[in-house]
């Protein structure tokens, strides 16, 4: 089946340092893609999506770029503040939409002062 | 902006007591989620439906149980409440339409004593 693998983390960036999570996956068809964020004590956000093959998804100056060669979905930012501090979930939806989204398991981002 | 809410947001309830979390929506989408959230981060889903009388388990066992009645309206329940409920818990929402992205509540803090 449909399957997200998303790097671990935890990971702890400085302020204005280079994000990079990687996101990889498997799927038949042609899926659409998800980035979603989650604050402390909140639900999940979405924060970009992409439907084909090289679109570029960016929100917030996040950007996710669709590569079907290498079935990636990798998340970017140049440059973190603190307020970026959360946690990232990789998603992907199939080409039907007849079964929910699935998730990665979700990376932490800490960005220290 | 979603319109998605769940009540209450936090709950501490004992033993063998009778709950129902609710999830309602305006957004009027016809898909409608339930997610429990483990402290490591990761979704597990636990039910979805696809349209009113419409329901399915999702990939994790649980001892709860929901209802679908109004398209806006997806409580769920648990019958007899246990310390391993101890938990947070997503409702969310979606279209039946490309791309399915889907819209989270708030979340459900429920700790079970």
């Known amino acids: 089946g449909d399957s997200v693998t998303q790097m671990e983390g935890p990971v702890t960036l400085s302020e204005e340092a280079f994000l990079t999570i990687n996101c990889t996956y498997t799927?038949?068809?042609?899926?659409?893609l998800f980035w979603y964020v989650q604050y402390p004590g909140e639900g999940l956000q979405l924060l970009l999506k992409?439907?084909?093959?090289?679109d570029k998804g960016s929100n917030k100056g996040f950007e996710a770029t669709y590569r079907k060669e290498t079935t990636s979905f990798h998340l970017e930012k140049g440059s973190v503040q603190v307020s970026d501090s959360a946690v990232y979930f990789c998603a992907l939806s199939s080409s039907s939409g007849n079964t929910p989204l699935v998730f990665g398991k979700g990376t932490r981002l800490s960005v220290i002062a | 902006e979603a319109d998605i809410y769940q009540t209450p947001r936090y709950l501490v309830i004992g033993t063998g007591k009778k709950i129902t979390l609710e999830c309602s929506q305006t957004m009027g989408h016809d898909k409608m989620y339930w997610y429990q959230q483990d402290p490591g981060m990761e979704l597990h889903l636990i039910h979805y439906s696809y349209g009113v009388n419409s329901t399915e388990k999702g990939d994790l066992s649980s001892e709860s149980t929901v209802s679908r009645i109004r398209t806006e309206h997806f409580p769920l329940t648990l019958e007899s409440a246990r310390p391993s409920h101890t938990s947070q818990y997503l409702c969310?929402?979606?279209?039946?339409?490309?791309?399915?992205?889907?819209?989270f509540g708030p979340g459900t803090r429920l700790t079970v004593t």
């Open positions: 969310a929402s979606s279209f039946s339409t490309s791309p399915y992205e889907q819209y």
């Open positions: 992409a439907t084909k093959a090289d």
């Open positions: 799927a038949t068809g042609y899926p659409s």
